[in-house]
């Protein structure tokens, strides 16, 4: 659904009559119905008015106009000029509706350039009743409306239209007529007559307003409410131009109050404005926190994506990392099953005697001549005793038998014979008869006893 | 309070609860990220591991052919095998001619850079028979090595005194 761009609404409040007016996609949309001058049925008449039309939004303007509303445009003295205020309030004490005990003043000052007010101060003075500002402020926020600023209707409606340079405006509706002077944008004089002014009075009142405004000659009227035939007639009785507006202007005071500017005289409650203040601040606070708690949201849900997609790929990298690990146990176990292997290999080409006993057997036992007979034969197979302890777990060991020879002999020609034989096997690195020795063997036989040692190397 | 100063207590309140929101799904995501971090860095120290395996295997059924296809081998260190290697040495006593005397093995397996489990054998017979034996010996398929040798006379026949050791497969750490 397409959202309407629209401005506030101007509601105008005057005596008998409740009229608005609201810019709604450029387009002036306007309604009015009666009002009962009991201020009780205002709330009613207020949601008819707001109903009778398609006004957006909930922000107004008021403007009141009629007899709650006094304007009046004032030349204050020189030496009164820093308190327009208390001279305004002056001028209006002891008015049973206007005094200063039961209205609210403002007061809208301007420079005066012409003859009659030089050195004085041009002021435009308005007063609203209490009690009706009252009961209209608080009809509004029963309603829910929220009050951007209450105005005098007559002075609203200079915002209708813009112009430039010296302007004089005529309005005319059904409880009066209106006349406002003014200079580009700023509203310097305004005069409010109940019912239809004179023409008379209308000339004296342009004279003045013209006088005022220190202008040459008001040359052009703009004006309102009037046909095409009062305006040529009052063409020619004043002597200008009298003309329309260029836009289209039904009601100037609610246009006015519908356009945007700044009111010349606020009369917005204080308590009001510290209302709006509020209703502001919790908009933007609204807002903001709209705006924020959207971001927040985005930012969160974006997290818990990314959040989604780390602990995704965490798992997808720890059941890798698992089976990594698992590889890595088995890598290991199967490291350890090798370098069993290679130890084992290492210990059957290390291990393995580099001799065979049976041959080194058979070569001392063949070797021996029937003049050798071994009593005892000891074989001892230890490592070298040269080579360090420390050092004997280091790689393949060097190893020696050695071999202890115990006999008879013949003679120890036998003997020499023997170790000779043993030698020249080159089995041995050293054969050695360490003791031979002549013994009586009985019965008058004569023997060698011999001890012979022998030493083979190995691994 | 201004309207500026209510809207910077709203944006002070409201940094506070984002931020309360926010923190921990940061930290959360931080703490992700390093988890992830790491996994990657261990994934990719790991990576290698597979072709080392694979290789690993290759090299293990080579060295397992290898050792298989040479004539001696270890004993495996478990009771069976030692009882197996017993019996075997008795019966190659017997079918040398050799009598058996006595027959002792070590408590248990010793040692060092060659482990290994040593048997005493005292037998009796001619020195033919001890030649028998000791070839015999030399035959089987297990790495052994005569540590002594000792012949003295006996009764009728020598008696002859050995000390024999078996080589055992080694053992792994796990």
């Not at chain 1, 000891?378 to 777990?393: A, F, G, K, L």
């Not at chain 2, 799904?25 to 994934?43: C, K, P, R």
Request: aromatic share 4%.
């Amino acid at each position: 659904m397409k959202r309407r761009k629209s401005g506030s609404i101007g509601v105008v409040i005057g005596d008998g009559m409740l009229r608005a007016a609201q810019h709604v996609d450029g387009r002036l949309v306007s309604a009015s119905v009666p009002a009962d001058d009991n201020l009780d049925n205002l709330k009613k008449s207020m949601r008819q008015l707001l109903s009778a039309a398609p006004f957006s939004g909930r922000d107004v303007v008021l403007g009141l106009e009629g007899s709650s509303v006094l304007v009046e445009s004032l030349v204050v003295p020189a030496h009164q000029a820093k308190s327009v205020k208390s001279f305004c309030a002056d001028r209006l004490k002891g008015d049973p509706l206007f005094d200063n005990t039961k209205a609210v003043h403002g007061v809208s000052t301007g420079s005066v350039k012409s003859d009659q007010g030089r050195g004085a101060t041009l002021a435009v003075m308005a007063a609203i009743n209490s009690e009706r500002l009252d009961t209209i402020i608080r009809t509004c926020r029963e309603m829910e409306l929220v009050v951007l600023s209450v105005e005098a209707a007559p002075l609203a409606a200079w915002r209708a239209w813009s112009g430039e340079g010296a302007q004089a405006r005529f309005l005319r509706s059904e409880k009066g007529d209106v006349v406002l002077a003014g200079q580009d944008d700023q509203l310097l004089f305004c005069r409010v007559v109940p019912g239809a002014i004179s023409l008379a009075e209308l000339s004296t009142t342009l004279s003045r307003a013209t006088a005022l405004l220190g202008a040459q000659e008001l040359d052009r009227l703009e004006a309102t409410g009037l046909s095409e035939a009062d305006m040529q007639i009052l063409s020619g009785d004043l002597g200008m131009n009298v003309s329309s507006p260029s836009e289209e202007m039904s009601d100037a005071a609610t246009a006015g109050l519908a356009a945007e500017g700044s009111p010349l005289i606020d009369f917005t409650p204080p308590e009001e404005r510290v209302l709006r203040e509020k209703r502001r601040v919790r908009k933007m606070r609204i807002g903001i926190t709209g705006v924020a708690t959207a971001m927040v949201a985005a930012i969160a849900i974006m997290g818990q994506q990314q959040i989604g997609g780390l602990v995704d790929e965490r798992i997808a990298l720890a059941a890798r990392v698992d089976q990594i690990r698992d590889t890595r146990t088995q890598l290991e176990a199967l490291q350890n099953e090798v370098s069993v292997q290679l130890a084992n290999e290492s210990v059957i080409n290390e291990a393995r005697p580099g001799h065979n006993m049976s041959t080194l057997f058979q070569l001392v036992s063949r070797a021996a001549t029937a003049a050798i007979s071994f009593e005892t034969i000891q074989c001892e197979d230890r490592p070298d005793p040269s080579v360090p302890i420390d050092q004997r777990d280091d790689g393949p060991i060097r190893r020696m038998l050695e071999i202890q020879l115990n006999g008879l002999a013949a003679n120890g020609i036998a003997v020499r014979d023997y170790a000779d034989v043993l030698l020249s096997t080159k089995a041995f690195t050293d054969v050695r008869v360490e003791s031979s020795e002549r013994v009586l063997l009985g019965a008058g036989t004569e023997g060698e006893r011999f001890r012979i040692y022998a030493r083979a190397e190995t691994r | 309070m201004k309207f500026g100063a209510h809207i910077a207590v709203t944006g002070m309140a409201l940094a506070v609860a984002s931020a309360g929101v926010l923190f921990p799904i940061y930290d959360e995501v931080a703490e992700l990220e390093g988890e992830v971090t790491s996994l990657e860095a261990e994934q990719g120290t790991g990576g290698a591991v597979d072709a080392q395996y694979m290789q690993l295997q290759t090299e293990k059924r080579d060295l397992e052919e290898r050792i298989a296809g040479r004539q001696f081998r270890l004993l495996p260190d478990n009771q069976e095998a030692h009882h197996n290697f017993e019996t075997r040495l008795l019966q190659l006593v017997a079918d040398s001619g050799l009598n058996s005397v006595r027959t002792g093995r070590g408590k248990d397996p010793i040692g060092g850079l060659y482990r290994h489990l040593d048997w005493e054998l005292v037998v009796e017979g001619a020195a033919g028979d001890l030649d028998r034996f000791l070839i015999s010996l030399e035959s089987i398929e297990w790495v052994t090595r005569v540590q002594s040798l000792q012949v003295e006379p006996g009764d009728e026949m020598r008696r002859i005194t050995m000390k024999i050791a078996v080589m055992l497969e080694t053992k792994g750490n796990a």
